[in-house]
């Protein structure tokens, strides 16, 4: 199973970037993929994840200006990130929760958010 990551990037506050992650290597379905984030310094949080069904949760901290969305067929899973801060800075990681396989990461994509 392999998760590729892209679209992180050096932005200004204020603008925007958008993420995706592909995931490949296995028949088995995937039940929820997810977005998380590892700062300097501190642990990695969780961003947003959106469910088979296409329920989503977000962390507060980017409710109203990031959107997770899913493409069942591609196993592709894309995060819009909209009003960046330099608080968003961050390493940002893929997940995806197989069925029956568990759990597995990508390698991490940089933002970085100048103000």
């Known amino acids: 199973v392999r998760l590729v990551e892209s679209g992180g990037d050096w932005v200004q506050a204020g603008g925007s970037l958008r993420l995706s992650c592909a995931a490949s290597?296995?028949?088995?379905?995937?039940?929820?993929m997810g977005w998380y984030r590892q700062a300097p310094g501190k642990q990695r949080e969780l961003v947003a994840t959106?469910?088979?069904?296409?329920?989503?949760t977000y962390a507060d901290s980017v409710k109203g200006r990031f959107t997770i969305s899913r493409d069942l067929g591609k196993s592709t899973v894309y995060l819009q990130m909209n009003s960046l801060k330099p608080e968003d800075t961050a390493v940002y990681y893929c997940?995806?929760?197989?069925?029956?396989?568990?759990?597995?990461w990508g390698q991490g994509t940089q933002v970085t958010v100048s103000s």
């Open positions: 290597g296995s028949s088995f379905s995937i039940n929820t």
């Open positions: 959106v469910n088979s069904g296409g329920d989503t």
């Open positions: 997940n995806a929760v197989f069925t029956w396989l568990g759990t597995y």
